[in-house]
Structure formats: structure tokens, C-alpha cells
């Protein structure tokens, strides 16, 4: 989308202020806030400002909420070229992250130009990824140029990170070429900074993360979620309990609103409601229940009625009319700020992909969260649980670091943080199912995590 909106300034003779492209891409219709602009501007106008565009845009400023980044248009069908594009475009985004954090000033090679005997620093994306038979690790790392393949032996101080690696990530690997194979040294990852959470107000109220209530199913938790609309109502729990609820400004769904239809083989065997639009309208009359004073903020994920690939676009309009006029629907993933906490949103369905790689991972989501950040990617790897979409720019690359990551989808409550970035993942309100039983997958049903923008420290709320 942003590429699109500077095309046009560009073509129209402008440049645009990066300020003033955040502002147009914040509103629900960035091209025509962009036509609206450019016809007001005169000729002698070199750099498009902020004060340019404010004018034109509809800032809800009141509410302190901004929608940053949702993705709403595709073009893309899954052609060979759309999926090369695609992939250079992850490359791009991720080299230069790389190039900013992880090795300041120092020398890349391409790959396909390599001499032997030097020491090198290339940066790749990860062709394939394998443990060797005595326990080492090799890496096939591929740029424009070419390819090469690097070891990373059990002695290195980087084999446990490396073990955490995963095929078509972006890394830098800095070492020695010797005859046909890359003896790596160092492993540098894109990673992220330490936010420092500067621009966010204090003020006295307060966010919901919620996910995965998969409204249809028959494991749905139905009275469970009458005491969180209860709570939420200020009309059960103790005097603190009530006084948290009176805080709620915001409620955040991160995918699953309901259990959908035809998700796995034989869903329908567990289903109540077998209609998706039924479906989603039993999800509506759930939150016509909610105050009107509080903003529902519903993100999609792959039970969901939109197209499965990654990143998902926000519920069609014909569902979006179902619900509340205090609901905003934003794609998955999203990123938006509230008092200027900038909120990063995925449902997390890549979490399955990078779980067995960690022990006891589906007891502590936010660690598999940290994967993410680490990778600077929010679905790295094609081709395995996650079907990704050739969009014209990879929309899952991490470019910009959120103060919280907002995930669900593994039905497992957990919260953390990482280089001072808060990690939430807010479990469900399905109990278990039978699939997640013969799976062995045991969730913590009936949760939500509360964040007070005062303090910032996020809380599990159990409502079993
Ligand atoms: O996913 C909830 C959790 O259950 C998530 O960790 C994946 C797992 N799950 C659910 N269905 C399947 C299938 N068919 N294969 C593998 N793992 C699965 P949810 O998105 O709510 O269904
Ligand atoms: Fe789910
Ligand atoms: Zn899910």
C-alpha cells in the first residue's frame, strides 16, 4: 500500500515525507486521501509535509486510536513471478534491517562471488536447513547470486541459536569459505532494538486481548464468556475486579471469532451453529452486550471467513455490518496504536511451524512469540502449516518494532517480554476439542490478558 501511495506522489512530481505517508496510510482510504491531497498542492511544493495531508484526514485523535498498518487490497495470484517477487521483496526488507542493526559498517559479499580463504560476511535467505549424521548443522544460503552452503559445527558459539533457524528466513552468517563449504563463525540475526515505550501517554485506561472464541463451535465456552460480559459490565467480581473493568477503553480479537466452516475433516461433527453466517451473527449478538463506550478491535485468523493465505484482509463488509457500530475490523496482521503504543496484531498460526522446535513450547506461547521478533518475520516458512499469499511487498516482515505483539491461535494463555517489547498471547474461549485431544493439545480456556496503560504490565484474567 505505501509503495503505491509514493508512486503516485512521484509521478505527480512530489516527494512525500515518511510522516506524511504514515498519516495517509493510517486512514481507511489512503488513494483517495492521496488524490485529495496532490490536487491541493501547487507546483512549488518539493516535499509533501504532514501539514499538507492533515487537512484531508479524519483523525479520530478523541479516542487515541490509529490503525498504522492493515492490509486491504491483493493483486496477486500465485503465479511463479508473483512468488519470486514476493520473496525478494522479504529479502530486501530484511537485508536492510540486517545491514541497520546487526553489522554496521561492515563488508557484505555476494554470495556467488566468494573467495576462498577470507573471511566474508554474506547475508541470505535459507534455502534449507539440516542437521548433518555427526550432529552439525548445514545451511544452504542463497542471494540474487547465487548459493552456498555453510556449517555450523557443534562447537560453534552460535549452534544454539542456529538449531532455532528455519528455511526461508533472512540472516547473516559471517565466516571462512573452505574448498566448497562456508565454516561459519558468527551468526547474525535481523533481531530487534529494546524499546524504550517513549511515546506512550499514560493514560488511566486500558486494553483487552482476547482470541480465538470460535463462536459455532459445541466447546464454545458460552457461560464462561457470560461472566467475562458480566465482569465487563462492571456486574460480577470484587471491588479491584470491578475497577479494572471500569478501566476497559479497548477490546482487541486476534483472530478466530468463530470456528468457521470445512476448517479440518469432519469439523461439522462439532459444530452448533453450521452456517458461517450464522455463525457470525451469534458473534455479533455476543458483542452487542458490550459497552458502546469501548472500541472492539477484531483482527481475522484461519477459522475466519476470509481467504486463508497470509496476510488475511479484514471480514467482508457484509459481516462487518453485523456487528456494533463501535467495532473496527483490521487485516491479519495489523498494526495500530492506541495512546501511542503501537500494537502489533497476528493471529500466530506460524507458531505450529516454530513450536517444535522449542520444548514445551505450547505451555509458554510468548517464548515461541519471541521466534518472531528474533526473525524479524511473523510466517517464515512456506510451504508448511501457513499458506502465504505473493502480495507485490511481504507484509509479514517485522519492519517496524511494536511496543506489544498480540497473538493467539494455540488456545494457550501466556505473557512475557523480550528487549522490552510485550508479549501477549491470550489463549481462547473453546475448551478442548476432540482433533486437540488425539493431538495431545491442552489449552487454558476462558482467558483474557488486561493491559493498563498506566503501568503497562499485562495481566491473565481466568474466567473458568
Ligand atoms: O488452532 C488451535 C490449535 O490447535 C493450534 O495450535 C493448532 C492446533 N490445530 C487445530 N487444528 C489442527 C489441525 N488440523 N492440524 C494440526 N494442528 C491443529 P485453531 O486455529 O483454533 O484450530
Ligand atoms: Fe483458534
Ligand atoms: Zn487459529
Not at 554496521?104 to 534455502?127: A, C, H, P, Q, Y
Not at 476432540?434 to 484474567?461: G, H, W, Y
Amino acid at each position: 500500500m505505501s509503495s503505491e501511495i509514493l508512486r503516485r506522489f512521484l509521478e505527480n512530481g512530489f516527494q512525500l515525507h515518511p510522516e506524511a505517508l504514515k498519516l495517509i496510510c493510517s486512514q481507511e482510504s489512503p488513494e483517495r486521501i492521496a488524490e485529495r491531497v496532490i490536487a491541493s498542492l501547487d507546483s512549488s511544493v518539493l516535499v509533501v509535509q504532514p501539514e499538507h495531508v492533515f487537512p484531508f484526514i479524519r483523525e479520530r485523535r478523541e479516542d487515541g486510536l490509529k490503525i498504522l498498518e492493515s492490509f486491504t487490497s491483493s493483486s496477486s495470484n500465485a503465479s511463479v513471478e508473483n512468488f519470486h517477487r514476493y520473496f525478494l521483496s522479504r529479502y530486501e526488507k530484511l537485508r536492510r534491517i540486517i545491514e541497520q542493526r546487526g553489522i554496521r559498517g561492515r563488508d557484505i559479499s555476494t554470495i556467488g562471488r566468494v573467495s576462498k580463504g577470507s573471511e566474508v560476511t554474506l547475508i541470505g535467505m535459507i534455502n534449507d536447513i539440516r542437521e548433518t549424521s555427526s550432529g552439525n548443522i548445514l545451511i544452504e544460503l542463497e542471494d540474487q547470486s547465487g548459493a552456498v552452503t555453510a556449517v555450523i559445527t557443534k562447537e560453534s558459539e552460535c549452534f544454539e541459536r542456529a538449531k532455532l533457524l528455519v528455511r526461508d528466513e533472512v540472516v547473516a552468517l559471517r565466516g571462512i569459505k573452505q574448498s566448497d563449504l562456508l565454516i561459519v563463525r558468527e551468526l547474525i540475526e535481523p533481531d530487534v532494538r529494546v524499546q524504550r515505550l517513549r511515546n506512550v501517554q499514560k493514560v488511566s485506561s486500558g486494553i483487552l486481548f482476547l482470541s480465538d472464541i470460535h463462536v459455532g463451535s459445541n466447546t464454545f465456552l458460552k457461560e464462561e464468556w457470560e461472566k467475562l460480559i458480566s465482569w465487563i459490565n462492571g456486574e460480577n467480581g470484587n471491588e479491584s475486579q470491578r475497577a479494572l473493568a471500569e478501566k476497559i477503553e479497548y477490546i482487541i480479537v486476534a483472530g478466530d471469532l468463530v470456528d468457521g466452516v470445512g476448517i479440518y475433516p469432519n469439523q461439522d461433527r462439532e459444530l452448533e451453529i453450521l452456517d458461517v453466517y450464522h455463525q457470525y451473527e451469534a458473534a455479533a449478538e455476543l458483542f452487542e452486550r458490550i459497552p458502546r463506550k469501548i472500541r472492539l478491535i477484531i483482527s481475522p485468523g484461519n477459522h475466519d471467513a476470509v481467504r486463508q493465505a497470509e496476510p488475511q484482509p479484514p471480514l467482508p463488509d457484509e459481516i462487518q455490518e453485523l456487528f456494533p457500530k463501535n467495532t473496527v475490523f483490521i487485516s491479519n496482521p495489523s498494526m495500530i496504536e492506541i495512546h501511542g503504543l503501537k500494537i502489533l496484531i497476528y493471529h500466530g498460526r506460524s507458531l505450529d511451524d516454530i513450536a517444535p522446535l522449542i520444548p514445551g513450547a505450547y505451555r509458554n506461547p510468548h517464548v515461541v512469540m519471541i521466534e518472531l521478533l528474533k526473525k524479524r518475520h511473523l510466517s517464515p516458512i512456506y510451504g508448511e502449516k501457513v499458506p502465504l499469499a505473493p502480495e507485490e511487498e511481504d507484509h509479514l516482515v517485522i519492519s517496524e518494532t511494536p511496543d506489544v505483539l498480540h497473538c493467539g491461535h494455540v488456545h494457550t494463555v501466556g505473557v512475557g517480554s523480550y528487549r522490552g517489547i510485550y508479549l501477549i498471547n491470550s489463549g481462547t474461549w473453546q475448551d478442548q476439542t476432540e482433533f486437540q485431544k488425539r493431538m495431545n493439545i491442552v489449552p487454558t480456556p476462558a482467558t483474557a490478558v488486561f493491559m493498563n496503560l498506566q503501568d503497562l504490565s499485562p495481566k491473565i484474567l481466568r474466567f473458568l
